[in-house]
Nanobody, 122 residues
Framework: QVQLVESGGGLVQAGDSLRLSCVDS????????MGWFRQAPGKEREFVAA????????VYADSVKGRFTISRNNAKNTVYLQMNSLKSEDTAVYYC???????????????WGQGTQVTVSS
């Protein structure tokens, strides 16, 4: 079954880059569209990026367009989120999710990882 584990978070300065990874230990990531969401303290879960099962389509939140890139390597059962030009407002816990189709709505996803903390200082 799907078991998602995020990694790659940390503390960085504004303008720096991070690459998050999401690995499916169940080795079934190729069967799902994947998404990244984030949640800052006191705020609701926010859509970040999503990618289709075949990696042919992606969608991004306006706040991260041009800075973040979602990609996947189905052979490695891994989805990535490359984050460049990080801003303090990017600070949040980042979650990866799996679902039948890629979507900006968190309710469309069936499986979630535990999250990885990203902190961006100014």
């Amino acid at each position: 079954q799907v078991q998602l584990v995020e990694s790659g978070g940390g503390l960085v300065q504004a303008g720096d880059s991070l690459r998050l990874s999401c690995v499916d230990s169940g080795r079934t990531v190729s069967n799902y569209a994947m998404g990244w969401f984030r949640q800052a303290p006191g705020k609701e879960r926010e859509f970040v990026a999503a990618i289709s099962r075949g990696a042919g389509s992606t969608v991004y939140a306006d706040s991260v367009k041009g800075r973040f890139t979602i990609s996947r390597n189905n052979a490695k059962n891994t989805v990535y989120l490359q984050m460049n030009s990080l801003k303090s407002e990017d600070t949040a816990v980042y979650y990866c999710a799996a679902g039948p189709t890629y979507s900006t709505f968190y309710s469309r996803y069936d499986y979630w990882g535990q999250g990885t903390q990203v902190t961006v200082s100014s």
